[in-house]
């Protein structure tokens, strides 16, 4: 009968004691951010880039060897998929004005 009175005074005395505590509080230290970053996306990640990006360097490759004389903003106009599917004719390539692997490799971008 007694056993059963240790158990609980037992719990009881674990329970009271830092191993089985909660941890404190800890207040960050000057110039520490608390800040925690998500994991990148495969979108967010550097070594992908975006549409715009990949449309504003391909504008520059095109209007570096003067076949584009629009503006280097990143969008697909119709100026722009003239002048790649000129380069894609002139480097014997599907010319659909679709900036997909093959002309990406030939524009270097």
Request: net charge positive; aromatic share 4%; no cysteine.
């Amino acid at each position: 009968m007694k056993a059963q009175h240790l158990i609980p005074g037992l719990a009881a005395a674990l329970l009271a004691t830092s191993a089985f505590a909660a941890p404190p509080a800890v207040a960050p230290s000057a110039g520490t951010s608390t800040h925690v970053s998500a994991p990148a996306t495969p979108m967010q990640s550097p070594a992908r880039a975006s549409h715009a990006d990949l449309y504003r360097r391909a504008q520059q490759k095109l209007k570096d060897v003067n076949l584009y004389t629009g503006a280097i903003d990143g969008t697909r106009n119709a100026a722009y998929v003239r002048a790649l599917e000129r380069f894609q004719r002139e480097h014997h390539l599907t010319a659909d004005g679709r900036l997909n692997h093959q002309t990406r490799a030939a524009l270097g971008v």
